[in-house]
T-cell receptor
Framework: AQKVTQAQTEISVVEKEDVTLDCVYE???????LFWYKQPPSGELVFLIR??????QNEISGRYSWNFQKSTSSFNFTITASQVVDSAVYFC?????????????????FGKGTKLSVIP | EAQVTQNPRYLITVTGKKLTVTCSQN?????MSWYRQDPGLGLRQIYY???????DKGDVPEGYKVSRKEKRNFPLILESPSPNQTSLYFC?????????????FGPGTRLTVT
């Protein structure tokens, strides 16, 4: 069964510091997809990025960057020069491409989330 | 505006009183899903639907029902709510049911069962 672990429950940083949120996953599939979602204090879930298992290139989007390493089954998320508006809960999620999850095919399995607080 | 809507946003009810949380999307998405979010547990899938009249259980389906009679709507039904169903509920949709498609989430429904 697929599993996502976000070991950091809560992180606090001072504004302008860099911060990395860790995500480790488990899957039996060779084809799978990884996602990051942001949940600000207002409560909605905002899609940030999708990465497939065949694309190990790192991705950068403004102050956000993602480091995908299949060798360590990790998909870490770094925020550079953090801002107060980055304060949120961040979820990493995994979706397998094939039916190893049985009745849960096509389900998105979420980690438990990391709460990031950026202090002014 | 492309969106997933849920109603109501907040609901306080009593044990045993049937309720329905509606979910609607205007993106012509095939795949829809319900999740519940609880502290320390993250988001867990309740039910999902790959298309009209096609639904299946997720990780935590007990105590819930769903239906998908139209492509745009995917209501969540609690026939006899209990306090352990107090939670934050999210509806989501994606273009197709393939795992590569990101899901778009509604704003959430905070349910309290007393």
């Amino acid at each position: 069964a697929q599993k996502v672990t976000q070991a950091q429950t809560e992180i606090s940083v001072v504004e302008k510091e860099d911060v990395t949120l860790d995500c480790v996953y488990e899957t039996r599939d060779t084809t799978y997809y990884l996602f990051w979602y942001k949940q600000p204090p207002s409560g909605e879930l905002v899609f940030l990025i999708r990465r497939n298992s065949f694309d190990e290139q790192n991705e950068i989007s403004g102050r956000y960057s993602w480091n995908f390493q299949k060798s360590t089954s990790s998909f870490n998320f770094t925020i550079t020069a953090s801002q107060v508006v980055d304060s949120a809960v961040y979820f990493c999620a995994l979706s397998e491409a094939y039916a190893y999850s049985g009745a849960g095919s096509y389900q998105l399995t979420f980690g438990k989330g990391t709460k990031l607080s950026v202090i002014p | 505006e492309a969106q997933v809507t849920q109603n109501p946003r907040y609901l306080i009810t009593v044990t045993g009183k049937k309720l329905t949380v509606t979910c609607s999307q205007n993106m012509n998405h095939e795949y829809m899903s319900w999740y519940r979010q609880d502290p320390g547990l993250g988001l867990r899938q309740i039910y999902y639907s790959m298309n009209v009249e096609v639904t299946d259980k997720g990780d935590v389906p007990e105590g819930y029902k769903v239906s998908r009679k139209e492509k745009r709507n995917f209501p969540l039904i609690l026939e006899s709510p209990s306090p352990n169903q107090t939670s934050l509920y999210f509806c989501a949709s994606s273009l197709y049911s393939g795992s590569s498609y990101e899901q778009y989430f509604g704003p959430g429904t905070r349910l309290t069962v007393t």
